[in-house]
């Protein structure tokens, strides 16, 4: 079945410094979605990637989805103590489901 | 709108014990899904629901049971208790696919299996 690989598995940064978390997908992916989840809360919808080589950004967010559309990678500038969380990457094959990939757990040092 | 809804927050069974996980969303969305998450690990599909009457196995079924009688509605039943299944467990709705669209996440219930 799909598998989606996410690394590094753990981040931890001075407060200021970049932040790439990037996910990998054996299969092609139909579309990639990132939540973000803070730590003892639940996942929350950051953003949905669909086409080939698509960029997108939210304020120091920056969203990127392959070429082939097998791997993505989010990259935050600048880092604040608000960025601490785990951010999941979800890959689709048009189906139902998400399969979510295990992490990059964010801590930020001030 | 309180969005997705889940009781209780805390739980501690002893094996063999059973409960129900309740989840509640008043979005109108057809989809929703269970999951399951383990410290370091991702999100797991255990079960999801296309509409009401219809479930379907996810990734990780066994030891569970879900019923969509309404909309609103997607319990999530654990008959036999087990260590393994120690674990926060999300619920999740969407409008769309959930392969397509944003999923919306519930606060969780953190259970514990003794």
């Known amino acids: 079945g799909q598998q989606v690989m996410q690394i590094p598995q753990y981040q931890h940064v001075q407060e200021g410094e970049d932040f790439t978390t990037y996910c990998n997908s054996s299969?092609?992916?139909?579309?990639i979605q990132w939540y973000k989840q803070r730590p003892g809360g639940h996942p929350v919808f950051l953003i949905q990637?669909?086409?080939?080589?698509e960029v997108k950004k939210q304020k120091r967010l920056t969203f990127q989805f392959g070429e082939a559309k097998k791997n993505s990678s989010l990259h935050i500038t600048a880092t604040q103590t608000t960025d601490v969380g785990t951010y999941f990457c979800?890959?689709?094959?048009?189906?139902?489901?998400?399969?979510f990939g295990k992490g990059t757990s964010l801590l930020v040092t001030p | 709108n309180a969005g997705v809804t889940q009781t209780p927050k805390f739980r501690i069974l002893k094996i063999g014990q059973s409960m129900t996980l309740q989840c509640t969303q008043d979005?109108?969305?057809?989809?929703m899904y269970w999951y399951r998450q383990d410290p370091g690990m991702g999100l797991k599909l255990i079960y999801y629901?296309?509409?009401?009457?219809?479930?379907d196995k996810g990734e990780v079924p066994n030891g569970y049971n879900v019923s969509r009688s309404t909309t609103e509605d997607f319990p999530l039943r654990l008959e036999l208790a087990a260590p393994s299944q120690t674990s926060v467990y999300f619920c999740?709705?969407?409008?769309?696919?959930?392969?397509?669209?944003?999923?919306?996440f519930g606060p969780g219930t953190r259970l514990t299996v003794l």
């Open positions: 999740a709705s969407s409008y769309e696919a959930g392969g397509r669209d944003t999923q919306y």
């Open positions: 299969t092609t992916l139909s579309n």
């Open positions: 990637l669909v086409k080939s080589g």
């Open positions: 979800a890959g689709s094959n048009s189906g139902y489901a998400l399969n």
């Open positions: 979005m109108n969305h057809n989809y």
């Open positions: 629901s296309v509409g009401a009457g219809i479930t």
